[in-house]
């Protein structure tokens, strides 16, 4: 959209106005199972809902309130906007716009561009209660808004690249795919960005070796991938005397990106020949449905946000109350121009150090609000306890469905490090095993192996099968507790 990194702030307020009340009342309210409920359960007019600031009288939505429950597997259908083909004329005196007349629907091209709109085409995973996952249904029409999206944040991480950059630009995707959110992020940017990209689906998928030759051999000028894995990756290639000479810009996402990482992948770079490598990264979420750019300065600048696609607010973790710019406080993100599933004020438990600027940014120049690159998960007692491992999102609580449910498990322990205690390295994984005594042994480490890689969708490092002396001490030398059964020795 022109003029999506120039507008001024009283532009975005007005914009976002509009859009946000159009938003619930033609698209929301109609079609949306939970938010109509809610609406009317809570007594909320959401023809009141006429600004951003009244987005305050809606309660959040949390990871809690998406996810399946046992006996409703069907839970997160819920949160879709669901018109219904054979439903579409709307009650014009509640102000809701029809989308499709009965007339129309006959015509195959009105009803294609109803489902392209409307219709799920694409689930993406994220955590869920115990090992249960959370698909979020993506339409045609919000792979478009991706796509734009993407080519917004290659506009953004390219800030700083030579002046050759977009004639010559040939991209490496190394994000894990396909249900990895990032992963699409990549493909569907590129796509937007018309840059050639080789999207190898991540290490899992083609080995180090492989990619590192693809590398050398299509020679991108960007590369893009999980922090960890591309620092690893990267080292390896410093290690074996590669030639990376034409890597102009390094984009990772998925994960947090430390100061440290930047450094220490730009020193590898420019081992390999790169001059003057630009090291920034993206942030995004499954909910949101896309990532953001940072610009790469020296130092980052905060991510760039699209506040035609979205609305943000930064709460206090504790009481919910929306801070001002430049606070600290937890990211609360609205979908307004979204199908599929959709959320208000979702708040995504990462805690923003700084909070968000609406000043212009000082290396590119746009002026969209930016959030802090300085991020945090929150801490909460629920039953989702959730961090990044390898890139996903994933409820530590899992690891107890996963393994208390395994009849041959008397008791087990998970530990999380990073590789090489590098602070910038690769997570590593590992599960310690005590069998019961009437338990099946053989084979029980690649059974766990495979229940964990199908549930979590990552595959441990190491699982130990222990005996019950040594797994006692283990739990004892923390306490003996429930919380000693999880581990997270990475800070």
Not at 362 to 388: D, H, N, Q, Y
Not at 436 to 444: D, F, I, K, M, Q
Not at 454 to 479: C, H, I, Q, W
Request: charged share 25%; aromatic share 8%; glycine share 8%.
């Amino acid at each position: 959209m022109p003029g999506w990194d120039t507008w001024s702030a009283e532009e975005i307020s007005a914009m976002q106005d509009s859009a946000l009340n159009a938003f619930i009342n033609e698209r929301v309210y109609p079609f949306h199972p939970h938010y109509r409920r809610l609406f009317d359960e809570s007594g909320i007019d959401p023809a009141g809902v006429k600004s951003v600031a009244d987005l305050q009288k809606l309660p959040f939505t949390q990871k809690e309130d998406i996810a399946p429950y046992t006996d409703d597997p069907d839970h997160p259908r819920h949160f879709v906007l669901e018109p219904g083909f054979d439903k579409v004329k709307l009650h014009k005196s509640k102000g809701w716009v029809p989308q499709m007349t009965d007339t129309e629907a006959a015509g195959g091209a009105a009803e294609q561009d109803f489902r392209e709109e409307y219709q799920p085409v694409l689930p993406m995973f994220t955590t869920g209660r115990t090992a249960e996952p959370t698909p979020f249904f993506f339409t045609m029409y919000d792979l478009e808004r991706m796509k734009e999206a993407g080519r917004r944040l290659a506009s953004v991480v390219a800030s700083r690249a030579p002046e050759t950059y977009d004639r010559s630009v040939v991209a490496v995707n190394n994000f894990p795919g396909p249900s990895h959110l990032a992963y699409w992020v990549a493909l569907t940017g590129a796509e937007g960005a018309a840059i050639t990209t080789v999207n190898t689906g991540g290490g899992p998928v083609l080995g180090n070796e492989r990619i590192l030759n693809i590398i050398e051999r299509v020679r991108p000028t960007l590369f893009m991938g999980l922090p960890g894995y591309t620092y690893d990756l990267l080292r390896m290639a410093a290690a074996e005397g590669r030639d990376f000479s034409d890597l102009q810009i390094v984009a990772m996402g998925g994960d947090r990106i430390t100061q440290g990482a930047r450094e220490k992948i730009a020193a590898l770079l420019e081992e390999m020949g790169a001059v003057d490598p630009v090291v920034t990264g993206a942030y995004g979420c499954t909910e949101m449905k896309y990532a953001w750019g940072d610009c790469g300065d020296d130092e980052s600048r905060g991510y760039h946000t699209y506040p035609d696609m979205e609305i943000i607010e930064v709460v206090d973790p504790e009481s919910g109350k929306v801070l001002g710019e430049g606070e600290t406080g937890e990211l609360v993100v609205t979908n307004i121009d979204a199908r599929g599933s959709v959320v208000l004020r979702y708040r995504t438990g990462d805690i923003l150090v700084g909070g968000y600027s609406l000043g212009q940014c000082p290396c590119c120049g746009r002026t969209m609000p930016r959030i802090s690159s300085a991020i945090s998960r929150r801490a909460v007692a629920t039953e989702f306890a959730l961090t990044k491992i390898k890139g996903n999102l994933v409820n530590l609580n899992a690891f107890a469905s996963i393994l208390n449910q395994n009849v041959d498990i008397l008791e087990w322990q998970v530990e999380l490090r990073k590789r090489n205690d590098d602070p910038d390295d690769i997570d590593e994984v590992s599960v310690f095993l005590c069998p019961t005594s009437v338990g099946e042994v053989a084979g029980l480490r690649e059974r766990i192996i495979d229940s964990v890689r199908t549930n979590l969708e990552f595959t441990p490092d190491k699982v130990v099968v222990t005996s019950y002396e040594e797994m006692a001490e283990r739990l004892a030398r923390e306490g003996g507790t429930k919380s000693a059964q999880i581990l997270d020795l990475r800070s």
